[in-house]
Every structure is written in C-alpha cells, then in structure tokens.
C-alpha cells in the first residue's frame, strides 16, 4: 500500500492503529478548526497524550503533510469503525466558525489529494448523499463526516456543503485519468468508436484552451472532429460535444493520426 506523491512534509504520529484492519474504501475530511500550517498540524498529532491524528493534513497555502501512513488507522472520527476503513484528511481553515471555510489552495489541493487517493485505491468514484443512516454502504455513499460519530460540527458547514462539489470534480478527474491511461493500441476500430461515443456523452461542454487547439486541429484534419464553432467548442461527427482534455488524449494515443 504505498502513500500520496502529493506530500511535501511528513511527520508520522503515535497515535495510530498499525495496521489497519480494514480495506479502504472511505473518505473522511475534517477542519482542523484553525489556521494550523502542516507542521504545527504534525506537530500536535505528535503529541501522544493527544490520542488524536489524521493520514494527512492541508495547510491554507495548498502545501501536504503525512502523519500516518494509509496502511495504518489514523484516530481522527471518534470512530474506530470508520479510521480502519477511512482515508482522513485535515484541512485548515482561514476562517472562523460555524462555517469554517478554507482558502482556495487548500481546496484545489484537497481535489488533488483525493484524486490520488482513490486512484491508487480502486476507488472508482466517490459518492455523497449527505446521509448518516448510510455509514458504511460504500455502494450508496463513500464519504462521511466527522460529527455523525460525535456532538461535534466537524468539518463545519463550508466543507461539509461542498462535499456534493468535491465528489463530482474528483471523479471528473477519475475519468480523464482513466482515459489517459488506457491502451488505446489493443482496441479495434468499432471499440474506439464506441468508446469515443460513451466519453462524449459524459464529458461536459467546455472551451477549448490554448494548449489543446493544436490536438484538436489535428482531429480536425484527419476527420474525427469537424470545425468549431465561434465559440471554440468542437462537434463530434456523432452531435456530441468533446471536451479540450479529450482532444489531447486521444492525439497522444496516436488516434488523429490515421484519415477516418
């Protein structure tokens, strides 16, 4: 079981539960319910009379911290139950209660953070219901928070709002990872067709940016794609519209290069 690439400080605490005992297959985010840097976050978790830790920390500036390895239960939820099967993540807030938001680097990295984790787990998406009663039904909803286990508002309302927002833009990522990463040499022609036919229906509509116009020229030009609009938004032959990641990764599989 290795750990996330992401980290850039480690500071592995006592408090933990070696190994856990349980698959992972969870995630669980809470505040730290202050402005603690990753270091002060490792710090405190150091501290065995703490009885307290979680797999990983973010600071405010998007920085990560380790301080329990994901082969180890971290005892972060009150609940022994959740941390064995639970990735635990700290979050640090640059604001004050009820609400206890987080700056915008913390959040793009916590994006970042989860999408590592589940790809390097076979978490094939998140899921969230905002629903206590489905605490361990990984089929329905695969992320919990904190105060289901306890009298506790952890990870407060900002976080705990945007839990709807974070499964949606972490699995948007699983998707394009799992694109990335298929063999697209050992598919047939009519396995590419239907595969392309699936991923346009799934893939939002967004402008092509600087960095894919010369991919999508190119799809142009062997006969996949027709012109774009005046918008920069380009039509699959099939009436559907792919989106600039897809043009980028279908051209460094090789599949603009032969006429369709």
Known sequence: MSNSPLVVYTKISPNSTNPRRHTIDTITIHSMEGNCSIETCGGIFARPERRASSNYGIGSDGRVGMYVEERNRSWCTSSSANDERAI???????????????????????????????????????LWRADKSLIGQITKQNMTVHRWFTNKTCPGEYLYNLHGDIARRVNKNLRIKEVENMDFSKLTNEEVDILLARI??????????TYAKGSCERGVKSGLFSDGDKDGLIDNPRGFLLRQ????????????????
């Open 245 to 260: 990641e897809l043009a980028t990764v279908l051209d460094r599989a090789g599949l603009f290069d032969k006429k369709y």
């Open 200 to 209: 346009a229906k799934r893939l939002s509509e967004l402008p092509v940016s």
């Open 88 to 126: 635990t993540i700290e979050v640090a807030n640059n604001g004050g209660g009820p609400n206890w938001p987080i700056s915008t680097k913390a959040y793009e990295s916590l994006i970042l953070l989860l999408t590592d984790i589940c790809g390097r787990n076979n978490i094939k998406q998140l």
